[in-house]
């Protein structure tokens, strides 16, 4: 059969709203904690809202460092990224509606190239943040690597801080699990552990 099952159209329905949903949510968090801001400062990154947070502390703190200031409108990462993520949400409902295994296979090789790239994308964008110093900062530190965490914890000067995915990322995880699952099952990769053939419903 070339068509999905009635299982495999209701997850890539499913896949495709919370994908869609992300447009409008954080993707990622970063929170910074200091004896001096026991509040804690947060970063949050996605969304048509872009890089939000306590954006002036950072960037005050981030000047005695010499590291550069965090202007939204200098990515244009922050301002594709939502219609990305929309345009990922409608091709997995048109793969759903149409119940095409075909599809599938392509929305998850698309779908990794884009996890792929935006994590490249990411940490390229920490690294030079946190290497490219300015010469006239107030405060040198010799080999000074101010990198936040692409994912978990990080030692920084005197700031804690910890990088995870935000509402927005953990429904693309699951998002992405459900396109995967769907491939396993439908082209009956899970077979071998079931001893089981799959029906079309």
Known sequence: MNK???????LMIAAGVLTFITAFVSLWVID????????GLKLVIGGFA???GNLDSVNDLN????????????????????????AYGVL???????????????????????????????YRWEYNYGHNLSSDAPIKIPGGDFQPP??????????EVFSQPGVGGWLLIVAGILVFVVVCY?????????GKTNKAV
């Open 32 to 39: 910074l904690d200091a004896p001096q801001y026991p509040e």
């Open 4 to 10: 999905l099952s009635k299982c495999g159209m209701w």
């Open 50 to 52: 872009g890089l939000t």
């Open 92 to 122: 997995f409902l048109i793969t759903g509606f149409l119940r095409s295994k075909k599809m599938t296979i392509v929305d998850l090789f698309l779908f990794a190239i884009f996890g792929v790239l935006g994590f490249v994308d990411f």
């Open 150 to 159: 692409l994912i978990g914890y990080k030692k920084l000067a005197n700031f």
């Open 63 to 86: 000047h005695y460092v010499g590291m550069a200031k965090l202007n939204p409108e200098d990515f244009w990462e922050f301002k594709a990224l939502p219609w990305i993520l929309m």
């Open 186 to 194: 439908e082209f009956g990769i899970f077979r071998r552990f079931s």
